[in-house]
């Protein structure tokens, strides 16, 4: 499809396991946008690359947290030793090029269930 | 702290009505402006958006009202359908140059059009 994909769509886990969370974004878009959404909250940045750098990672919440991407395409976000507050959707956009006028297309979601 | 502040968690109106959605921030360095639009299990979709150096905007029956010395601005929908029906988040971003575009997030607003 044309749109931002994420898998899995859902995954539930126990507590201790570690998680990989893929987003594959729309061709041709350089920037790429990791937040979460915890329940009842509103969307809460974790990451930004453009490219394949991150020049911020000021909202991952913990070293628990890392991120990459490879080829200016494909990223992933691995949570290790997963914990209960890890609880929420984790949504991924893009966008062609890095810059607030330049609206963010989101995928639609991984809702991720700590046991 | 929240930077990003919708304080009304829903709202009800009559279809043909116009619905407001209300967001407040704090940070006097967001200069960018976004109203993102998202239904049940799918990812938000951008709306709208307006720079700090514009106080309307409008598109079709959408248009943002931005009021900086008040730090507050609204989203205005008219008239109002049943398929408005969804949570309306309110995303502000800080000048980063042109490659950047971290989104700060309100808590998000429940429209609710009833036939």
């Given amino acids: 499809g044309a749109g931002v994909s994420q898998s899995p769509s859902n995954k539930v886990t126990e507590k201790g396991k570690d998680v990989e969370l893929r987003c594959d974004p729309i061709s041709g878009h350089t920037a790429l946008y990791w937040y979460r959404q915890s329940l009842g909250q509103g969307l809460e940045f974790l990451i930004y690359f453009q490219g394949n750098s991150a020049p911020d990672k000021s909202g991952l919440p913990s070293d628990r947290f890392s991120a990459e991407r490879t080829g200016g395409s494909v990223s992933t976000l691995t949570i290790q030793r997963t914990q209960q507050e890890d609880s929420a959707v984790y949504l991924c956009a893009s966008s062609p090029r890095g810059g607030a006028n330049q609206p963010q297309h989101f995928g639609d979601g991984t809702r991720l269930s700590i046991l | ?115």
């Fill in chain 2, 1 to 115: 702290d929240q930077q990003v502040k919708q304080n009304s968690p829903s709202l009800s109106v009559q279809e043909g009505r116009i619905s407001i959605l209300n967001c407040d921030y704090t940070n006097s360095m967001f200069d960018y402006f976004l109203w993102y639009k998202k239904y049940p299990a799918e990812g938000p979709t951008f709306l709208i958006s307006i720079s700090s150096i514009k106080d309307k905007n409008e598109d079709g029956r959408f248009t943002v009202f931005l009021n900086k010395s008040a730090k507050h601005l609204s989203l205005h929908i008219v008239p109002s359908q049943p398929g408005d029906s969804a949570v309306y988040f309110c995303a502000a971003s800080t000048p980063g140059g042109t490659s950047y575009g971290k989104l700060t997030f309100g808590q998000g607003t429940i429209l609710t059009v009833h036939p």
